[in-house]
T-cell receptor
Framework: DTEVTQTPKHLVMGMTNKKSLKCEQH?????MYWYKQKAKKPPELMFV???????INESVPSRFSPECPNSSLLNLHLHALQPEDSALYLC????????????FGQGTRLTVV | DQQVKQNSPSLSVQEGRISILNCDYT??????FLWYKKYPAEGPTFLIS???IKDKNEDGRFTVFLNKSAKHLSLHIVPSQPGDSAVYFC????????????WGLGTSLAVNP
């Protein structure tokens, strides 16, 4: 199993809503990542978890709140987002932080209205 | 300041011919380079990588060449197939930056039947 599974695939939310994005991997990877990608741009790193602990936060606004309940799961809690936060949110995992190639999920297409 | 540059936003190639995608970098501390391929509405897929101790790495139809003195790498796809049509991202890392990936802006490859 070399998959990173993200749910939901699409999400439309209002600016006052609270929602969560979910990510799961069963490859035994100890590093998990959240990226944000806008059209015609490369992925932009948001958060890195290593051994279930947050190791990097790329100065992401607090309206994005990550959570790593266990070594296979990664969540991104969303609250009071802005329309400019609309993007493709990608989860990725790798054996160790940045030392090996990352496997990406298919992403959640988020639209904030 | 873009440390990893993919100067061609797009490339069009005939099926069966060679596709050459180029990537330049400015940080001489980068010692590991990766190519990712991305289809629309999907996450990036790891394609091939190269360490700075090598100047060539080959995997099937894909070969990456590294010219450290020119700070340049290229991805060769031979023969090109219509299914190769995607956006290709070059990324680089170095130990001094915790191996965080620095991405180029991508090159959109179209392989025409």
């Amino acid at each position: 199993d070399t998959e990173v599974t993200q749910t939901p695939k699409h999400l439309v939310m209002g600016m006052t809503n609270k929602k969560s994005l979910k990510c799961e991997q069963h490859m035994g990877h100890r590093a998990m990542y959240w990226y944000k990608q806008k059209a015609k741009k490369p992925p932009e790193l948001m958060f890195v978890y290593s051994y279930e602990k947050l190791s990097i936060n790329e100065s992401v606004p607090s309206r994005f709140s990550p959570e790593c309940p266990n070594s296979s799961l990664l969540n991104l809690h969303l609250h009071a987002l802005q329309p400019e936060d609309s993007a493709l949110y990608l989860c990725a995992s790798s054996q160790l932080v940045f030392t090996t190639e990352a496997f990406f999920g298919q992403g959640t297409r988020l639209t904030v209205v | 300041d873009q440390q990893v540059k993919q100067n061609s936003p797009s490339l069009s190639v005939q099926e069966g011919r060679i596709s050459i995608l180029n990537c330049d970098y400015t940080n001489s501390m980068f010692d590991y380079f990766l190519w990712y391929k991305k289809y629309p509405a999907e996450g990036p897929t790891f394609l091939i990588s190269i360490s700075s101790i090598k100047d060539k790495n080959e995997d099937g139809r894909f070969t990456v060449f590294l010219n450290k003195s020119a700070k340049h790498l290229s991805l060769h796809i031979v023969p090109s197939q219509p299914g190769d049509s995607a956006v290709y991202f070059c990324a680089a890392s170095n130990a001094g930056n915790n191996r965080k990936l620095i991405w180029g802006l991508g090159t959109s490859l179209a392989v025409n039947p």
